[in-house]
T-cell receptor, first 110, second 114 residues
Framework: GENVEQHPSTLSVQEGDSAVIKCTYS??????FPWYKQELGKGPQLIID?????GEKKDQRIAVTLNKTAKHFSLHITETQPEDSAVYFC?????????FGKGTSLLVTP | NAGVTQTPKFQVLKTGQSMTLQCAQD?????MSWYRQDPGMGLRLIHY???????DQGEVPNGYNVSRSTTEDFPLRLLSAAPSQTSVYFC?????????????FGSGTQLSVL
């Protein structure tokens, strides 16, 4: 089955700096790559997704890049704010399933 | 507009007890799924359904049963709870019939098995 690896597991940045989280996947048939944000005590929430026919997608301060040849994709958050502090998960589809990475705990310090 | 509703929010069971975690969505989504979340392990898929009457296994299905008699409901059954099933359980649904796209998650059920 699909194996999704995510790095780093923890990330601490100062407010205003950029944060980058990277993921790799194993299933060459995967064509959908979402990112989820999970705040404490809540369920994950979709923040951005990208399909395999697109190399980059941006939504305000967040962007995702995809390199299908290398089987890796990344989340970029610019001008980080304290409210960006959360756990972020990448995922890749495999058949009818969505497989998640183990998460990155992002801390944005004022 | 409730979205995905999970009940109960917290549950404590003794080893060997059975229980059902409830999940309901009011968005007319065809696809529903159950995940468990353990520290350092991310979210792992237990079972999923692409429509009423259709279910299939995910990565960690052992010890869990599901059924999908209606579009709205997708209960998860633990027939004989074990301490290894202590976890936070999330139900999720999607409009996409191809599975997993733009999942909406519930707020979770925290289960402890003693």
């Amino acid at each position: 089955g699909e194996n999704v690896e995510q790095h780093p597991s923890t990330l601490s940045v100062q407010e205003g700096d950029s944060a980058v989280i990277k993921c790799t996947y194993s299933d060459s048939a995967s064509n959908y790559f979402p990112w989820y944000k999970q705040e404490l005590g809540k369920g994950p929430q979709l923040i951005i997704d990208i399909r395999s026919n697109v190399g980059e997608k941006k939504d305000q301060r967040i962007a995702v890049t995809l390199n299908k040849t290398a089987k890796h994709f990344s989340l970029h958050i610019t001008e980080t704010q304290p409210e960006d502090s959360a756990v972020y998960f990448c995922a890749a589809n495999s058949g009818y399933a969505l497989n998640f990475g183990k998460g990155t705990s992002l801390l944005v310090t004022p | 507009n409730a979205g995905v509703t999970q009940t109960p929010k917290f549950q404590v069971l003794k080893t060997g007890q059975s229980m059902t975690l409830q999940c309901a969505q009011d968005m007319n989504h065809e696809y529903m799924s159950w995940y468990r979340q353990d520290p350092g392990m991310g979210l792992r898929l237990i079972h999923y359904s692409v429509g009423a009457g259709i279910t299939d296994q995910g990565e960690v299905p052992n010890g869990y049963n599901v059924s999908r008699s209606t579009t709205e409901d997708f209960p998860l059954r633990l027939l004989s709870a074990a301490p290894s099933q202590t976890s936070v359980y999330f139900c999720a649904s999607s409009y996409s019939g191809t599975g997993g796209e733009k999942l909406f998650f519930g707020s979770g059920t925290q289960l402890s098995v003693l």
